[in-house]
């Protein structure tokens, strides 16, 4: 583990602070593999080293504090039921959670992290009555014995299979790419572009119970996967609006916002984002819009030898290991019943 630090961004300065964390866990078990996760499953976005950093980072760097959220997250997953569920969700129930949280785009920063969108006017009163729905679910329990029912998760079963997709396969997805500043440094967070324009301020309290929620699920299971969210084209009422949502997002993640004008928006996102991968509703040349299925970037389609599409197809992804090393994308979830898994692509990375 120690030969381990060096390449994946911890500051000296905390090396041992580390060290003491990935033993507490380690002595609690809490490194060893899930018997949930199938017998292929990589363990990265789960308990790998770089998951382990994003904990220590959102702790600001106190172990003790770091191994209190790590077990809590790790009981709300077991408890939950995620592992499983990740591999059996319907699809159709999938894509509904990606109208309603930030999805990525297929495109990357100028340091090589992913690109997420939300356009804030897709939160109207219907997705929140159908998210309100799933908020009343009960916790779906999978079985061993027979065969499993279709899952009905409940929301935060739901948003904690979305949110994996972001940790289990886009993130190490970015991470394989060597075309970015610091490629021997895993990417372990993502931009957020989030289209404020039709924000009004009877939307804004209509938001808090989904703001309360997801913000919570974010900082307990999901630390420090946002580098930094960008409001766009927020109205001139903006700082109205926010006196209500700051009180009902985790403050660490609040700190990350910056709100953004009309005027302000193209060149504060050429800052970090070059004009290929900027939605063309914010000044740039990339073709996306909200609820789209990535569109992937061309050096992303050439490590995935995708010649024939250049996007990926829908529901929760995941990577698998073969017996010689390469990396394998598998498409899963059910549709019409059936598990999928589909190969989308083998990547071997020796000599990358």
Same mark, same amino acid.
């Given at each position: 583990?120690?030969?381990?630090?060096?390449?994946?961004?911890?500051?000296?300065?905390?090396?041992?602070?580390?060290?003491?964390?990935?033993?507490?866990?380690?002595?609690?078990?809490?490194?060893?593999?899930?018997?949930?996760?199938?017998?292929?499953?990589?363990?990265?976005?789960?308990?790998?080293?770089?998951?382990?950093?994003?904990?220590?980072?959102?702790?600001?760097?106190?172990?003790?504090?770091? =191994? *209190? /959220?790590?077990?809590?997250?790790?009981? +709300?997953?077991? %408890?939950?039921?995620? @592992?499983?569920?990740?591999?059996?969700?319907?699809?159709?129930?999938?894509?509904?959670?990606?109208?309603?949280?930030?999805?990525?785009?297929?495109?990357?920063?100028?340091?090589?992290?992913?690109?997420?969108?939300?356009?804030?006017?897709?939160?109207?009163?219907?997705?929140?009555?159908?998210?309100?729905?799933?908020?009343?679910?009960?916790?779906?329990?999978?079985?061993?014995?027979?065969?499993?029912?279709?899952?009905?998760?409940?929301?935060?079963?739901?948003?904690?299979?979305?949110?994996?997709?972001?940790?289990?396969?886009?993130?190490?997805?970015?991470?394989?790419?060597?075309?970015?500043?610091?490629?021997?440094?895993?990417?372990?967070?993502?931009?957020?572009?989030?289209?404020?324009?039709?924000?009004? =301020? *009877? /939307?804004?309290?209509?938001?808090?119970? +989904?703001?309360? %929620?997801?913000?919570? @699920?974010?900082?307990?299971?999901?630390?420090?996967?946002?580098?930094?969210?960008?409001?766009?084209?927020?109205?001139?009422?903006?700082?109205?609006?926010?006196?209500?949502?700051?009180?009902?997002?985790?403050?660490?993640?609040?700190?990350?916002?910056?709100?953004?004008?009309?005027?302000?928006?193209?060149?504060?996102?050429?800052?970090?984002?070059?004009?290929?991968?900027?939605?063309?509703?914010?000044?740039?040349?990339?073709?996306?819009?909200?609820?789209?299925?990535?569109?992937?970037?061309?050096?992303?389609?050439?490590?995935?030898?995708?010649?024939?599409?250049?996007?990926?197809?829908?529901?929760?992804?995941?990577?698998?290991?073969?017996?010689?090393?390469?990396?394998?994308?598998?498409?899963?979830?059910?549709?019409?019943?059936?598990?999928?898994?589909?190969?989308?692509?083998?990547?071997?990375?020796?000599?990358?």
């Amino acid at each position: 583990m120690e030969a381990d630090q060096p390449n994946i961004g911890i500051p000296p300065e905390h090396e041992a602070s580390f060290k003491t964390f990935t033993q507490s866990c380690q002595e609690r078990g809490l490194l060893t593999r899930p018997d949930s996760l199938e017998s292929r499953d990589l363990c990265d976005g789960l308990s790998d080293p770089p998951t382990l950093l994003r904990f220590l980072v959102a702790r600001r760097f106190d172990p003790d504090g770091a =191994l *209190k /959220q790590f077990q809590q997250a790790c009981e +709300f997953r077991e %408890e939950k039921h995620i @592992l499983r569920l990740y591999d059996l969700v319907n699809i159709a129930d999938f894509e509904q959670a990606r109208e309603i949280y930030p999805h990525w785009t297929g495109r990357r920063d100028k340091k090589g992290l992913p690109i997420c969108m939300l356009d804030v006017a897709r939160l109207d009163k219907d997705a929140l009555a159908s998210w309100e729905t799933t908020r009343q679910n009960s916790r779906w329990i999978y079985s061993q014995s027979g065969k499993p029912e279709p899952p009905t998760p409940d929301m935060l079963q739901l948003a904690s299979v979305y949110h994996d997709n972001l940790i289990r396969f886009i993130l190490p997805l970015c991470s394989m790419m060597t075309d970015r500043p610091k490629p021997s440094i895993p990417v372990t967070n993502s931009i957020y572009i989030v289209d404020a324009s039709n924000l009004g =301020l *009877k /939307q804004a309290w209509g938001l808090r119970f +989904f703001a309360q %929620e997801i913000s919570w @699920l974010l900082s307990t299971c999901y630390p420090e996967t946002i580098q930094r969210v960008f409001v766009c084209n927020a109205p001139s009422y903006y700082r109205t609006v926010w006196k209500y949502l700051k009180g009902w997002v985790d403050p660490y993640t609040a700190e990350k916002i910056v709100v953004l004008l009309e005027a302000e928006v193209l060149p504060a996102l050429r800052e970090y984002i070059d004009d290929v991968n900027i939605p063309t509703k914010f000044g740039g040349k990339f073709q996306f819009t909200h609820g789209m299925l990535p569109d992937l970037d061309n050096n992303i389609q050439r490590l995935l030898n995708s010649d024939s599409s250049t996007s990926l197809p829908p529901g929760p992804l995941k990577w698998i290991q073969d017996s010689d090393g390469r990396r394998t994308a598998l498409a899963v979830g059910r549709k019409a019943g059936s598990e999928r898994s589909g190969t989308i692509a083998t990547v071997d990375l020796i000599g990358q």
